[in-house]
C-alpha cells in the first residue's frame, strides 16, 4: 500500500481541516436559503425599472466552453407569409396510450426514430410525475419536439440524459426538466405574444411553436444564431411549425421593442436582477420566467405584472422550484461581459 495513506499529519492542521469541513456544511445548508429567500423579495414596478444598469466584463457562471463573445449588428429573418397553426396540430394528438401516441407520429410522416420516440415519452412521462409539465398543451409540445436535432453532434448518445449539453461558443442546451418546469409555468395559450431571449440550440422555441403562432426569440452569439437558423431551414419542411419563429441577431436585455408588449417572456440566461427593458415590455397581466440570481446559483423564478387597484403596476415572484437551485450561463452583453446590477 502507498505510504502516502500513513502519512502523518499535526493535531493542527486535524483541527483547521475540521473548522473548514463544518463551516462549509453551514454554508451549503444555509447560504442558498438565505440567497433564495431574497431573490423572491417583491420590489415595486418602479424600483424594478428604474435605475442604470452597466456591463460587467467579470466573471460568470453555469456550465461554459469555449469563447462566448459578441455579435455583428442587429438582424432579423423575415418569415413565411404564411403562418402555420403548430398548436392546432398538437391538439390532435393523443397522449393517453404510448401505443396511440407512436402510431399517430408514424401517421404524420415526419420519420422520427422510434428508440428515440420511446425515450422522449419516457422522459414526458416522469416529468408529469415531477410536475414538470402540467398542462396536456404543454406534454403535446414536448412530445412533438424532437431533442434529437437539436442536441449537437459532439452529444450523440446523450440525446434524451436529463442534463445540460454544450453546444459551442460557450452556450448549452438546458437540462430537459428545466425546459419543461420553465415552459410549463409560463402556461402558454394559443395567439398569445412570447418572447424568448437566448434562442441557443433552437429546442425552447421549437416547444413554443406548438403552444403559439407568435415566438420572438433572440440570440446574442453570432456563429450560434447563424448555425440554429440554418437547423431550423433544415427542419422546416418536416417540421412546419419552426417556420413561425422569429428570430433575431442581437442583444436580448433590450428585448425586441418593435413587437412588445409581450404576454409571456422567457429568459434562458441568468442575471442578478430582472431587465428593466424586459419588464417594461411584457405587458400588464402577463409573466416572466427567468434563471434569478448571483454568479454560480440561480433559482427559477416567475414574475408576474399586475394591474393594482389604484391603476398602478404591482410585480410578485415566486420560486418554481422551491428553493432548488440551478445554474445557466450569465446573461452575456455585446462585449461578451455578464450584465450586473449597478452598484
Request: overall charge negative.
Amino acid at each position: 500500500m502507498s505510504a502516502l495513506y500513513y502519512r502523518t499529519v499535526s493535531l493542527g492542521a486535524v483541527l483547521a481541516l475540521a473548522g473548514s469541513l463544518g463551516a462549509g456544511f453551514i454554508l451549503g445548508a444555509f447560504l442558498p436559503r438565505m440567497v433564495s429567500a431574497r431573490s423572491e423579495r417583491v420590489v415595486s414596478y418602479e424600483e424594478a425599472v428604474a435605475g442604470p444598469v452597466q456591463g460587467d466584463a467579470g466573471g460568470g457562471s453555469g456550465p461554459v466552453e469555449g469563447d462566448a463573445g459578441g455579435s455583428g449588428p442587429d438582424a432579423e429573418i423575415p418569415l413565411s407569409a404564411e403562418i402555420y397553426d403548430g398548436p392546432g396540430f398538437a391538439r390532435s394528438m393523443p397522449i393517453d396510450r404510448k401505443e396511440d401516441w407512436i402510431a399517430w407520429m408514424r401517421e404524420g410522416g415526419r420519420g422520427d426514430s422510434p428508440a428515440f420516440m420511446e425515450e422522449r415519452w419516457a422522459l414526458a412521462g416522469a416529468f408529469v410525475q415531477s410536475g414538470e409539465l402540467k398542462r396536456p398543451e404543454d406534454v403535446r409540445a414536448f412530445l412533438l419536439s424532437p431533442r434529437e436535432h437539436f442536441v449537437r453532434a459532439r452529444n450523440r448518445g446523450y440525446e434524451y440524459a436529463d442534463t445540460w449539453l454544450s453546444i459551442g461558443y460557450g452556450a448549452t442546451i438546458t437540462d430537459p426538466d428545466v425546459v419543461a418546469m420553465m415552459t410549463t409555468t409560463l402556461e402558454i395559450k394559443p395567439g398569445e405574444k412570447v418572447l424568448e431571449i437566448g434562442t441557443g440550440s433552437g429546442y425552447q422555441s421549437a416547444i413554443l411553436s406548438y403552444l403559439t403562432t407568435n415566438v420572438y426569440t433572440i440570440e446574442i452569439i453570432e456563429p450560434l444564431f447563424i448555425e440554429t437558423d440554418r437547423l431550423y431551414r433544415d427542419l422546416e419542411a418536416a417540421f412546419p411549425s419552426y417556420s413561425v419563429i422569429k428570430r433575431k441577431l442581437g442583444d436580448g436585455y433590450y428585448g425586441w421593442e418593435e413587437y412588445a408588449p409581450f404576454d409571456k417572456i422567457l429568459v434562458t440566461c441568468s442575471i442578478d436582477h430582472i431587465p428593466p427593458p424586459l419588464l417594461k415590455q411584457l405587458k400588464t397581466g402577463g409573466v416572466m420566467v427567468l434563471p434569478l440570481g448571483p454568479p454560480g446559483r440561480q433559482y427559477i423564478m416567475e414574475v408576474k405584472k399586475e394591474a393594482s387597484e389604484d391603476g398602478g403596476v404591482t410585480l410578485s415572484r415566486r420560486d418554481v422550484y422551491n428553493g432548488m437551485s440551478v445554474r445557466f450561463i450569465p446573461f452575456r452583453n455585446e462585449a461578451g461581459g455578464s450584465y450586473s446590477a449597478s452598484p
